[in-house]
């Protein structure tokens, strides 16, 4: 017969049993609060994977044929504990067969899920605000309490890259809490970025670390699909220059955040980020 | 000093002490799953307001200086429930204070909080969807669940105007339970909506009734900006009947499920039929 | 050399010395109010006027090849009274020549200057709004007031079809000037449109006439491509009737307040219209 | 593990082998001329269909566990003999295994290949276009070919309802030729569309038939997502009822030309007209 | 009862009368003639204010609960010159009031009112263009017009940073008259920006200045929500620090010429560079 | 009269006759796989011309009066081939006039046409893929093989400027084939685009140099125009710098590849480049 596809991320239809990376959607954005859309985000991410060649010239591999599967999106409930718990299953049950889950959100609450199922004693954020309330909008799963959740859950060093934004309390948190480092746009003008990855690669070295992107770290001005969009930001670069050093020896990643309501740019980066990840991890 | 004005709904900015009619809207759609966006509704419903002329010729009377007040948006949480408390409490605020709820969605949940607080006889939709779900995606207070929970309220009388969509579960719970009565888009084409109005009417004379108008109810190829689009529906003139048989006599009201990704055409209905119950109360 | 095309209005590049009808857009917004964009609306009439056939089965005739020419768009002003001056010199040159002016709008101020070149005896206008304000926002050549100028200017008779929306005083000024009739979409359908159409017809016949298709006559969930759209309106279907009956013994034509920011639909009914309309004054 | 799901059209993930219904999709456009994207048609389809409940009220019917699978795109080549040569060995096999296709496009040009692999000895399609010429752009398999191709392949009678665009000599083959049967919107106002199918079911009555339904039959106001709009209409109610005629005796289906850049309410009508068919297949 | 908020710039509640900064805006695109929107500017730049954290890291201050007072837009006339007129009375009032004016365009001839009010010694502007043209379309007061109306105003210094547009005459007036410095992006690329900022430190030190900030001034590709759009321009972080340096101590300030029709990164930048300049004021 | 003028590319209203550059469009995209579009680049770039001064500061020079063209879009053909000999036969009589072609795409296959009519020895190109297929989607002249039939065409030494995209194959292809130089964003980073720049002169001097830009040569953060959008690729600038270094020597110029579906930041900087080149051309 003719050959057929249907719309899961490119080149990820190995069987879920045989596969090394298991990729999958989180389609939920009940706690967002400005700019709605980011349930939309996997699929178009998995749209745009199609616009990129297999071969990829950077890393000299062709990712076609490699052990990857996409499971496709979760089918979600629509509160933020129950779905934090669907991906905590989820993401316990791809570490427990031995297989690296890679998780497309949704808003960033979902991270809380996948953290809880691997307990990383590091995690290293590229995001444009901390994160770090108690609660909001009467929930501790909002997903501006991303990172305070991850710090309660036991992680022992929080690394936030991108940071421009964040509440009185949240930054003076940042000042008395020794477990959170936190790198600004500034900062990592002024110092350099590789300096940074050298900082963060030195303390995390030999430790299980959790790598999550939250697309807002990146200038709105070059990747305006977001939900909580913040200009004076990194540049995409810069997030795959995270990626390209934390990327293979993570036991976690996600990408959330996108919001697609632009002209494709954001999920085009998010996709070729996450295309790149795959083929460093199986370059190796 | 010169005109300024805010963008409340047009006409709407009587002191609330003296007005009989208070607007509100409630930005909320975290349980929505289809398209996102309906948060955005009360201030495109306000904005596109101030496109239409303060007179209405179909009830020759000027809006301008009547008792009309716009309190703004809710700041509201991030959970179904307490969403659903803060309108409850709002509504019984304003009812207690002897004036009239006018309130715009936001997602069809939170009616519950405004019937929670009026506690109706009878209550009036016109919807496309039965909303007659026990619970969804692990929340009674999803908006697939709102005219069961105004049932397990104890209204003793829910009528469904324009309904074309529901489960089997659901379609059986309008079979066995009397208190539902429905009325689909052909129903109303074989019978005269006039007819079906006067059978509403006779079964709710007398009876306290609240009245929520679920965009959806007309077609999607007329009003495309909704979050649960269906076609084969109602027209806006129905809508307008409907408000205009029971909008004076209804004890709360409310228009909610615009979703502004539309050319604007969605609003613009939901803001001149607004407009049209605020001049027919006043002309009484 | 192969073939190559300007956009101009589609089957209109006929010399201008040779031509019987003469197109030209006037791209101006100055003095709207609610939504943006009529200026863009000439060339996306233009532009959907090349996706019909040539061929007009209804009117059993082709276009190509008709002595029917587009000068394009006037470079216009930037204030109300001097485009309606360019309009003026305009319509009155190609009038002058003999020819039939069809103008494309722009907002309907422009109208004001073809009334002025022309002189006609009556007014047949299509219109959501009555446009007889005094003045508006400190100009009395505000859109808002192009009835109530065309009135200034001596016209006899005014007839404006489809009108839903004005002030208490316009409303009263067509209640005590004899020289207004007006027809609001629920007399249209009570009585029924070719009983509107007989009436006007035979006050106007044998009148030098003009007329006017204010875009915005037509329901806006019909065709959404408006600056200051009207729900509960008439339908294309009406105003094809209206250009049936007068297109072909009015002294002059514009079709104005389109604002393409639709999906497309708005401008591909008014250029449908205008085809047709050059189709009929062919056939004669 | 948790429920995951992939964006094949809703309710069509039973095997192949035991499927009755054999859905895919034709992402082409190569041949249109005016609005570009038809070829995101087959997933913006798929897209909305989750939005609809599987249970079908007015066919009392739940379209869950049905025998019907969504092959998903063909990946096709890029000139129209090569998709229409894919399309053609595609539905011989589908046929052959003895289920039903059902093709969603892409442009029209896709039917030729259908046509071909069935046979049928008439064709009905809904379409605002003829599509009779010879051959356009250089191409005897453009998009506005195909009902002549369909008439070269042998079929005896071709029935095109909606029509109100050609060219002078396709009307002219309308009329020399005594296949072809042709009913415009004005037609069936005129006669009811109950009487227009009514003859053609006549007509086809124990004849071999194939049915398409290009989106461009209905008015562009009501649809406006198509690659080449026409106002002066069908509505969807009448595509409906062509398909609740002649749906469940058709030997091959396709819905083509949708083009999902308006607010997905094309696409709306698309879907729910599919799954409607669906239903009343399984009904039988 | 429950918290409510009307859309005003965010933290700018306080009484008109205890304010310090008077925030307004004033919706006028009458003379614009490339892409038409530049009127929504004001309520896109308030509504995007809210997506920004109260506190500001970068100036370490909390915006919330300073005396700033948004009083909403200007009810503007539809010709600049009477518009213009009613932002001087406007400016004139607050300043008047020892308080400091915020103005949000709106296109930039509205500047012009703030300047006859102010009468300022200096004028420091960012801009693309250089808006010294004697008259355009017919007008003295069309936005293409602004510095030379500022020059005509008796200002004794104009300062245009990041220019890179103007016609042969106004290029040569740039050379011709001495009050007038210009720095193109390649002249800021050159010398540095803080080198330039310098040399317009010690020419306006002392002096009475006011600051603009159009828009259009940043790089198209940056913030493309413009109304005439130019490449090869600066970055936001360039007009941050113009802001930085002399936002403090200017004695009026507009940010003007934002069309948001983009996915709302201009109005975000814009958004953020004001709420910066709020902050800074108060930290002093 | 008034002056009136049709949207033809600014300033190339010359008769064809007098006129040394020739601008051309070709609306052609049937060959393109992920987003639809290109079709209506030329008219895109044509309508922001407008956009933009006369005079070009950085040029000294003002673009009215010069002797330039607009032919106005080729009235294409549906068939890749086909469309590449009608670009042909169009470059042969441009360019057969003693005449300069510079033809605005549509999709990067017309560049063939171009290059058959020209016989040039070297292909100077900016773009983000290698387009070096043998062929794809069955056909030779798919926009993916645009530089391997250059080659084929017999030219001596093919430049691809920003490419980061390509198959296996392809990349195999350019370490096997000396004719072919590539300089990827990365490259270029390093070495500096001047060097780069300088080492292709070197090797094009005194040849006969066709120049063509692909516009996804630019990171799609800053223009995302593009059918084809890739991240992490070249600025705005450094286009304009190949421009201003190879733009005045070439005998063709081409810029394709423009999907205008973005706020229309892309077809501004192709507008941009263009008239500079114009400029440069005329300056000599
Ligand atoms: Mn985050
Ligand atoms: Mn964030
Ligand atoms: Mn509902
Ligand atoms: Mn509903
Ligand atoms: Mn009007
Ligand atoms: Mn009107
Ligand atoms: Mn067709
Ligand atoms: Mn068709
Ligand atoms: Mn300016
Ligand atoms: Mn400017
Ligand atoms: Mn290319
Ligand atoms: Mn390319």
């Not at 017969?1 to 990820?12: K, L, Q, R, W």
């Not at 790198?183 to 790598?211: F, N």
Request: hydrophobic share 35%; glycine share 10%; with cysteine.
């Amino acid at each position: 017969m003719e050959n057929f596809f249907h719309t899961i991320f490119a080149d990820a239809s190995y069987p879920y049993e045989d596969s090394d990376i298991i990729i999958f959607g989180v389609p939920y954005d009940g706690t967002t609060s400005y700019k709605a859309g980011t349930r939309d985000s996997p699929d178009a991410i998995r749209s745009v994977s199609y616009n990129f060649e297999t071969y990829l010239p950077r890393i000299d591999l062709d990712l076609s044929g490699l052990p990857v599967c996409d499971l496709g999106n979760l089918e979600i409930d629509c509160l933020p504990d129950l779905v934090i718990d669907q991906v905590e299953r989820t993401v316990r049950e791809i570490a427990g067969d031995g297989k690296f889950p890679l998780m497309i959100g949704g808003e960033h609450s979902v991270t809380v899920g996948a953290v809880r199922a691997l307990s990383p004693e590091c995690y290293i954020v590229c995001d444009a605000h901390l994160d770090l309330r108690e609660e909001f909008g009467g929930s501790i799963y909002n997903h501006a309490c991303v990172a305070k959740r991850v710090l309660d859950l036991g992680v022992g060093e929080v690394f936030i890259i991108g940071t421009r934004s964040g509440t009185f309390e949240e930054y003076g948190l940042v000042r008395s809490d020794s477990r959170i480092s936190t790198y600004s746009p500034e900062d990592i003008a002024a110092r350099g970025l590789d300096a940074v990855l050298d900082e963060i690669q030195e303390k995390t070295s030999g430790k299980r670390t959790y790598l999550s992107i939250d697309a807002d770290a990146i200038d709105c001005c070059l990747t305006p699909g977001l939900g909580t969009p913040e200009p004076f930001g990194l540049r995409p670069e810069d997030i795959r220059a995270v990626v390209d050093r934390f990327g293979t020896v993570c036991c976690g990643f996600d990408y959330v955040e996108v919001c697609p309501i632009d002209n494709g740019q954001t999920a085009a980066v998010a996709a070729k980020i996450i295309r790149e990840l795959i083929g460093l991890k199986n370059k190796k």
